[in-house]
């Protein structure tokens, strides 16, 4: 199967061909597509990123490795947002600081154990290498960016599909070619 560099470079390789075929058909559509440095560079950085993610699953691998960072960072605003709602560490009566630094101290534990339990029901080659993931991903991710929810924010869906796109080319390499 191909490895993390080999869907790496093809990702860097097929943006380009990603871009033309979106402002291509967006044109075919009539469909103001202006898109700006901040635009391609963002849709450049989530398709490279979609086309390596399958791998997420594989406990080994660079993306999986940097998933788990990603948790531990939620895991600290996790528990920064509950500690924000409800202080229940107020009873120490602790200077400020020393109990922002028991909430990281918490967030990274949150974050390892979510990281070792994401391991522990993932398995490699399983839900996450899916096309309908790869979907459901770029569908959250547009939820997630959206400027506008009542109209179709054609950036965001160049974005969100962007993930999507970059994610269907690491499902194809890894059908279709075997690394050597």
Not at 50 to 76: A, Q, W, Y
Not at 111 to 133: A, E, Q, V
Not at 153 to 170: K, P
């Amino acid at each position: 199967m191909p490895n993390f560099r080999t869907h790496v470079i093809t990702g860097i390789i097929l943006y380009p061909l990603y871009f033309l075929l979106f402002s291509l058909i967006a044109d075919f559509f009539s469909i103001d597509f202006i898109s700006s440095l901040k635009v391609i560079l963002s849709g450049f950085f989530i398709f490279v990123l979609g086309s390596d993610l399958p791998d997420v699953d594989h406990n080994f691998s660079l993306i999986n490795k940097f998933f788990r960072i990603l948790l531990v960072g939620i895991g600290i605003q996790i528990v920064f947002k509950i500690s924000y709602y409800y202080d229940f560490l107020s009873f120490l009566h602790m200077r400020l600081y020393v109990l922002k630094t028991i909430y990281i101290i918490l967030g990274i534990l949150a974050g390892g154990i979510m990281g070792i339990l994401f391991n522990k029901i993932t398995k490699h080659r399983g839900k996450w290498h899916s096309p309908i993931t790869g979907i459901f991903l770029g569908i959250i991710l547009y939820a997630l960016i959206t400027k506008n929810y009542y109209s179709i924010d054609i950036e965001s869906v160049y974005i969100s599909t962007a993930l999507v796109f970059g994610f269907f080319v690491h499902l194809f390499l890894d059908a279709h070619f075997k690394e050597s």
